[in-house]
């Protein structure tokens, strides 16, 4: 899951239902060893996030034929990037499309793909809609992009593109929903490709939404993931990312 970090949490995920707090005597109490764990997993977090701090934030994947500078993954945002083999598979794919100088990228809260895709095609007209401002680094390249308000983008990009690539920052119906319009905001009227990368429990969603199918080719993060990822398309690739999946 590339993930750029939304504006705000699901409400579920604190408080009740309603969003108020629950009373003092039914909130549930944590064991000695829970607690301990938390505070350990809280410890590592802050170092990493200043070992982050102090060397400028930065990382550093390295390819079979190429090493690509990146921003520390922050948990906090829930970022996760991919492997360079996927990153580059996938910036391949996206130059192959690419059949004249007029074709545009999107790269929707998938920020190593655009690292990839400008270090191995420097001349590539690629935007990155990212909602961490770390990647403003990137100058005119970069776009402000929060997921909870999936229009609310310069008018100039609308219906600009005709490759939009685009990772969800969760894995919700909502979140999917939301990024959808996003992709429809971006994409050429009459000519795009789409390209999604997201788990595989959205395949059914993707297929609604957008019209999109699996591919064989299955992403992978440098963090190794739990959750099975998939790259979904609305055209059959071919021989290439081993074709639709059957």
């Not at 629950?22 to 410890?43: G, I, N, R, V, W």
């Amino acid at each position: 899951m590339e993930r750029g970090p939304p504006s705000k949490l699901p409400e579920h995920e604190f408080g009740t239902e309603n969003g108020e707090q629950a009373e003092d005597d039914d909130q549930p109490m944590l064991s000695a060893h829970a607690l301990q764990a938390l505070k350990e997993f809280l410890t590592e977090q802050n170092q990493l996030s200043a070992a982050a701090d102090e060397d400028g934030g930065t990382t550093t994947e390295s390819g079979s034929d190429t090493t690509v500078s990146l921003v520390k993954e922050d948990w906090r945002m829930s970022q996760f990037w991919y492997d360079p083999e996927t990153a580059q598979t996938v910036a391949a794919e996206v130059a192959d499309l690419c059949k004249s100088d007029d074709f545009r990228v999107a790269c929707v809260a998938c920020p190593t793909l655009y690292a990839y895709l400008k270090k191995l095609y420097p001349n590539a007209s690629v935007q990155l809609l990212e909602y961490d401002m770390r990647f403003e680094q990137y100058g005119s390249d970069f776009t402000f992009y929060d997921y909870n308000q999936p229009k609310d983008l310069p008018d100039a990009l609308q219906h600009s593109y005709k490759i939009v690539v685009a990772d969800p920052p969760y894995l919700s119906q909502e979140c999917l929903e939301k990024v959808a319009q996003t992709i429809s905001f971006l994409a050429h009227p009459t000519e795009s490709y789409v390209l999604l990368l997201t788990g595989d429990v959205q395949k059914d969603r993707a297929a609604e939404l957008l019209g999109l199918r699996p591919c064989v080719f299955r992403p992978q993060h440098a963090s190794k993931l739990g959750n099975e990822f998939r790259l979904f398309t609305n055209y059959n690739p071919g021989v290439r990312l081993g074709g639709w999946e059957q």
